[in-house]
């Protein structure tokens, strides 16, 4: 005959471990500041035993590391953020996809992994067929083929993701990111980016619609980048 024996110790140490363990809350930012992780919407702070989730597999702990699908264990630095479509946005105002990805910048055809860039020594074969070689072409799956655009990104596993450009006032100087490179919009100087906004060197930002607005010193306004035709 068999016999049902509950040991209260072990009850209490399951109790224990459920409490403590991670619970996770799915957000639509995470921004790392002044030493703690703060959340969208709300601009509320993670506290301990939280993580934050976002898409793709993004989890974020209250010290400010985080992973993607499981993989290495990355540090978020001070101003750096993190949005729902798997954006990383630099304080300097730079941006990249935080998935595993392969685009072009100045010409080169660079790989990054776990968030370590590196130039493609060889054909990025992906998961949905498309292969991308190191001069820039573009192969797909049914063999139609063309040329990878700056800034251009592509999933290793697989699909386009959405390009970004940045505007930012750094110590009063206006920085742009276009098509993937950082550059500097002189006083008396502007540039045209890819979704129809004029940057001006006095931070006069006027958008496609005609509105207008002035750079504020550290902020920084994500825009659409590049843009490839319908394939």
Do not use: C
Not at 49 to 77: C, M, W, Y
Not at 80 to 106: F, N
Not at 138 to 162: H, I, K, M, Y
Request: hydrophobic content about 40%.
């Amino acid at each position: 005959m068999l016999m049902k024996v509950i040991v209260p110790g072990l009850v209490l140490l399951l109790s224990v471990a459920i409490t403590f363990a991670a619970e996770t809350n799915v957000v639509d930012k995470v921004q790392f500041q002044g030493g703690q992780v703060l959340t969208w919407p709300g601009g509320k702070a993670l506290l301990a035993p939280h993580e934050a989730s976002l898409p793709f597999d993004v989890i974020v702990k209250t010290n400010g590391t985080f992973t993607v699908q499981r993989g290495k264990l990355r540090v978020l630095l001070a101003g750096e953020s993190i949005s729902k479509d798997g954006s990383l946005t630099k304080s300097d105002g730079t941006t990249q996809p935080v998935m595993d990805h392969v685009t072009l910048r100045r010409g080169l055809v660079t790989v990054v992994k776990d968030g370590e860039p590196a130039a493609a020594s060889g054909a990025v074969p992906l998961a949905d067929g498309t292969t991308i070689y190191p001069d820039g072409k573009v192969t797909s799956r049914s063999g139609a083929s063309r040329r990878l655009l700056d800034g251009e990104v592509f999933r290793l596993q697989g699909g386009e993701l959405p390009a970004r450009d940045t505007i930012t006032l750094q110590d009063g100087r206006v920085k742009v990111q276009k098509d993937g490179t950082l550059l500097t919009v002189e006083p008396g100087r502007s540039i045209m980016m890819n979704d129809g906004t004029k940057v001006f060197g006095d931070g006069k930002i006027i958008k496609a619609d005609g509105t207008t607005t002035q750079l504020v010193e550290g902020k920084i306004f994500v825009i659409e980048g590049v843009v490839t035709r319908p394939r």
